[in-house]
């Protein structure tokens, strides 16, 4: 945000349009009680997502996918068979309610020791309720438990509710970045 040609490129007629962070987590400084905490205060079960999870995974990315900002920096492909399949270096973590429903998940992309978030996302009827948080809780403490030292996470600055789950999880955001556009805001 603070690149100098960021002012040149503001005056020359470029606007801000859109705002992203990132945000890291390292082991040594997760909170193991209270992300447990968090697991076990949400609605439904809370795990591990499966290959036998593929079509209410594909259901719920189908449902929110209008729900991305959009820009170059948050953007969401819409998942396929292929991509939506967990896998040892692409885990996935869901809550599902009573009637098998998913209703929020995670996606983490596994790179040595750091696990790097591919996106969160939650079914519209079940927002603030705080399964993005426990999702991702989840994701932390199995992913601790296998030796993962490092979680970085990101997205829209102007998603307040992941800025507040991330928060609440212990993520420190230690990088900001604007999208600038050419033209008029």
Sequence with gaps: ???????????????????????????????????????????????????????????????????????????????????????????AFGALVADGELVAMTFIDIHGKTAETDFTVVHPEWRRRGVATAVKAASILALTSEGITRFRTGGSADNAAILRANATLGYVRDEEWVTLTRGSA
């Design 1 to 91: 945000m603070d690149d100098p040609q960021r002012e040149e490129l503001e005056r020359a007629g470029w606007h801000v349009s859109a705002r992203s962070f990132g945000a890291q987590l390292d082991s040594d400084h997760v909170d193991a009680d209270g992300l447990r905490r968090l697991v076990a205060r949400a609605e439904g079960v809370v795990r591990e997502l499966r290959a036998d999870d593929v079509d209410a995974i594909l259901t719920l990315d189908a449902a929110t996918n209008d729900d991305y900002p959009g820009s170059v920096a948050t953007r969401h492909d819409p998942l396929t068979r292929s991509s939506a399949a967990p896998s040892d270096s692409r885990r």
